[in-house]
T-cell receptor
Framework: AQSVTQLGSHVSVSEGALVLLRCNYS??????LFWYVQYPNQGLQLLLK??????LVKGINGFEAEFKKSETSFHLTKPSAHMSDAAEYFC???????????FGRGTSLIVHP | KAGVTQTPRYLIKTRGQQVTLSCSPI?????VSWYQQTPGQGLQFLFE???????NKGNFPGRFSGRQFSNSRSEMNVSTLELGDSALYLC????????????FGQGTRLTVV
C-alpha cells in the first residue's frame, strides 16, 4: 500500500518569495508521483508528474519538483510566488497495477501582496 | 480536445432521496474514477471503471454505486442520501492500464439538506 504526507496544511508566502510545499510518500515499489492544484469549487489540475527518468521535473506555471528516493520526498517549488498561485495543492502517489492515486490532505498556499 | 465533463455542477437534495451524477471522460480514455472530497476527510477514492467493469473499489457503503457505458461515460448513484454525503464529487479519466496520469473534471457539488 502507498501513502502520502503533506507537511503543513497552510503555507503563507509573500508575492515574489520562494514557494516550497513538502510531500513525503511511502511505497513498497517504485512510485509514480504527482502534484495537482485546485482552485475554489474547481477540479484538480495536473501541475507535474514523475514516472521514470529525470528526477527533477518541470511543470506548468513555473513549478518544479524533485524526486528524492533516499528521502522518499517529492517537494514542490517555485522561485517566485504570484498572487494567482493561491490555491490548494495536492501531492499524490500511485503504483503499477491499479494506478489508483492516493492523495495527501492538501496544502493551502496563501500569497500575500 | 474536450476535457472531462461532469454534470450537473451543483445539486441540492433532501435526506433519503437518491442522486445520479454523470461523467464524460476525455475522448479515447477508457478508465473513469470517482472521488469524494470533503473538508474533513480530504479526497477519498470511491471506485474505478475500465471498459464497463468495476476494477477497483474504495471503502464506501453499498449506497454508493456506479456504472460505465460502452462509450466510457460513467454515472455514479447514491441512494438514501445522508447529510454526511454532502461533498464535492470528482470524476477523473485516464487512458487506463499503464497510464497513471489522471485528468479531473470540475466536480459536482452535492448538498444534502
Amino acid at each position: 500500500a502507498q501513502s502520502v504526507t503533506q507537511l503543513g496544511s497552510h503555507v503563507s508566502v509573500s508575492e515574489g518569495a520562494l514557494v516550497l510545499l513538502r510531500c513525503n510518500y511511502s511505497s513498497s515499489v517504485p512510485p509514480y508521483l504527482f502534484w495537482y492544484v485546485q482552485y475554489p469549487n474547481q477540479g484538480l489540475q495536473l501541475l507535474l508528474k514523475y514516472t521514470t527518468g529525470a528526477t527533477l521535473v518541470k511543470g506548468i506555471n513555473g513549478f518544479e519538483a524533485e524526486f528524492k528516493k533516499s528521502e522518499t520526498s517529492f517537494h514542490l517549488t517555485k522561485p517566485s510566488a504570484h498572487m494567482s498561485d493561491a490555491a490548494e495543492y495536492f501531492c499524490a502517489v500511485s503504483i503499477g497495477g491499479s494506478y489508483i492515486p492516493t492523495f495527501g490532505r492538501g496544502t493551502s498556499l496563501i500569497v500575500h501582496p | 480536445k474536450a476535457g472531462v465533463t461532469q454534470t450537473p455542477r451543483y445539486l441540492i437534495k433532501t435526506r433519503g432521496q437518491q442522486v445520479t451524477l454523470s461523467c464524460s471522460p476525455i475522448s479515447g480514455h477508457r478508465s473513469v474514477s470517482w472521488y469524494q472530497q470533503t473538508p474533513g476527510q480530504g479526497l477519498q477514492f470511491l471506485f474505478e471503471y475500465f471498459s464497463e467493469t468495476q476494477r477497483n473499489k474504495g471503502n464506501f457503503p453499498g449506497r454508493f454505486s456506479g456504472r460505465q457505458f460502452s462509450n466510457s461515460r460513467s454515472e455514479m448513484n447514491v441512494s438514501t442520501l445522508e447529510l454526511g454525503d454532502s461533498a464535492l464529487y470528482l470524476c477523473a479519466s485516464s487512458l487506463g492500464q499503464g497510464f497513471p496520469e489522471a485528468f479531473f473534471g470540475q466536480g459536482t457539488r452535492l448538498t444534502v439538506v
